[in-house]
């Protein structure tokens, strides 16, 4: 008789698939590329294309799951180092996912408490950003209720919030996980995403993920070992804490969860008559089909790998909410392209 496959199995093989899909639609990020060039974290390591490695992680994390979770965050890891431009946050949340579906001590804890940390700080990012508003306004517009953009400029942080909240509570997890579906099930069209774009592939792996690890009264109990409770603790510590550091400028934004909030840093070149432009490597989502991680370090360091002499590259702070609108991630910097450059 044919074993019934569990939920577990069912969800790394949905995550296993909404990898594939991301990697698909954003092909050209994981190719060697000469524009926009790969971005190595030293200059010496070499260019080269690991899209068939994660297609291949794919496959082998449904195959063989324990050896294929950790190959395919090996292989993440190493992809980033060769590219800067590749440290995107579905692709390090999917693969967080499934190490979630592992069969290790701390994978019950990482699972919940991943997407726990997730719902939290993406709600309070919004509240603490100054530039929600547009963002909240676009959704309620595709969604038909664009009256409510006021409304919705606070009711999508707190609900957001409250998942995070609800997500951390055993009493209210399973209803948590209900909601945090619903609402990445909801997410793609307000934001008017379609299957082209792998932030559609991660809301639906979110979904899954919040069905399964949360929401589901699983027909048979997970037989995963317990972790300890020490360990558990400095787990979920570090889940939940890691994402202030964006505020304190030792992380990029978006993996602090800032996301969707309108407040990460943007830039402009400017000349010496005092005109300004969009910063060119802003304009290369179309072909990567993922936005260049919004980091001043990697602006600066694009800018200087190819400015002329006297331009400037401005670079924006975060933009927050007084009084967190002092902090200095929040302040405004300049990059000088140097003579002879």
Not at 156 to 166: C, D, F, R, T, W
Not at 277 to 304: C, M, N, Q, Y
């Amino acid at each position: 008789m044919t074993a019934r496959a569990q939920p577990l199995d069912v969800l790394r093989a949905a995550l296993a698939f909404v990898q594939a899909a991301m990697v698909c639609t954003t092909w050209s990020l994981w190719s060697a590329r000469d524009l926009p060039a790969n971005l190595p974290v030293a200059d010496a390591l070499p260019s080269l294309p690991v899209g068939w490695l994660l297609l291949a992680c794919c496959v082998l994390v449904v195959v063989r799951p324990r050896e294929g979770i950790v190959v395919n965050a090996v292989v993440l890891v190493l992809a980033i180092a060769l590219d800067q431009l590749r440290l995107q946050p579905e692709f390090v949340s999917v693969a967080v996912l499934l190490a979630a579906t592992g069969p290790w001590r701390l994978s019950r804890t990482l699972g919940w408490g991943a997407l726990a940390s997730l719902w939290l700080w993406a709600g309070i990012g919004k509240l603490l950003s100054a530039d929600f508003r547009p963002i909240a306004e676009l959704a309620t517009d595709r969604l038909g209720v664009g009256g409510l953009a006021g409304l919705a400029v606070w009711a999508i942080p707190v609900g957001e919030v409250a998942l995070g909240i609800g997500a951390a509570v055993p009493r209210t997890r399973r209803w948590a996980g209900w909601g945090g579906a619903a609402l990445h099930l909801i997410a793609p069209f307000a934001l008017d995403l379609g299957p082209s774009s792998a932030i559609f592939w991660w809301n639906l792996g979110l979904a899954a993920a919040a069905i399964v690890l949360l929401a589901l009264d699983a027909p048979q109990p997970d037989l995963r070992p317990v972790p300890a409770p020490t360990l558990a603790r400095v787990l979920l510590v570090g889940l939940f804490a890691y994402p202030a550091l964006a505020y304190a400028g030792t992380i990029d934004p978006y993996l602090g969860h800032h996301l969707y909030s309108g407040d990460v840093p943007t830039a402009v070149v400017c000349t010496d008559d005092g005109t300004c432009s969009d910063f060119g490597i802003l304009a290369t989502r179309g072909a990567l089909g993922v936005p260049i991680p919004p980091t001043a370090r990697l602006f600066e360091r694009w800018f200087l790998a190819g400015c002329t002499p006297g331009e400037q590259l401005r670079v924006t702070g975060m933009r927050l909410r007084a009084p967190l609108d002092d902090l200095p991630v929040a302040r405004s910097t300049t990059v000088t392209c140097p003579v002879g450059s």
